[in-house]
């Protein structure tokens, strides 16, 4: 417990920032195409264990398709658990589980323990980023900027999870076609 206080207090806002998208990450089984947006609708999840689609439409603002097939996706991915609601025999009850609820816990440890700031963080990466449905991958990307201030085409696409050249070239040449990303140099 003392050595990750003392590890989160040496370490930048960039880095912190880095680690709890890893997490989150870890999180969504690995899946760093993940968007943002799942991220939140776990969080929520979390935050409220029991819940239903329809309190996630109603806390975040989704419509009714986009929370059926982001649970779904966390459902199939093995994220949340789904049983019958005590409260309504037509409502699933949903809660997180398993791998998932560890890597949230550890991104959560970053915020202590505060869903309000950790939605806030994803918000503001949402905000950031100019795509219409920005990933974690896209995260990792403008937090890595934000830590090295500024860095080569190079230096991001090294920070990325494990996928294709082609996909991480795609990602970073997105940022910066769309303008989230500025301050690269080639190389």
């Avoid at 959560?108 to 990933?135: A, R």
Wanted: proline share 1%; with cysteine; net charge neutral.
């Amino acid at each position: 417990m003392v050595t990750n206080l003392a590890k989160r207090a040496m370490t930048t806002e960039g880095q912190k920032a880095c680690m709890i998208i890893d997490h989150l990450v870890e999180a969504l089984g690995n899946e760093s195409s993940s968007s943002l947006r799942r991220a939140s609708i776990l969080a929520d999840i979390d935050q409220h264990p029991g819940t239903t689609q329809a309190g996630i439409m109603e806390r975040l603002s989704l419509d009714k398709s986009t929370v059926k097939r982001e649970t779904d996706w966390l459902f199939d991915y093995g994220c949340i658990r789904v049983q019958d609601s005590e409260n309504d025999g037509r409502a699933k009850a949903i809660e997180i589980c398993g791998y998932s609820k560890q890597g949230l816990d550890a991104a959560l440890g970053y915020f202590d323990g505060d869903h309000g700031k950790m939605q806030m963080f994803l918000d503001t990466y949402e905000k950031v980023s100019k795509q219409q449905k920005p990933t974690l991958r896209d995260a990792k990307v403008i937090a890595t900027l934000y830590e090295k201030k500024r860095a080569t085409k190079q230096d991001l696409i090294d920070k990325l999870y494990e996928s294709s050249a082609a996909t991480k070239n795609r990602v970073v040449n997105k940022l910066i076609e769309d303008g989230t990303v500025r301050g690269t140099t080639d190389g």
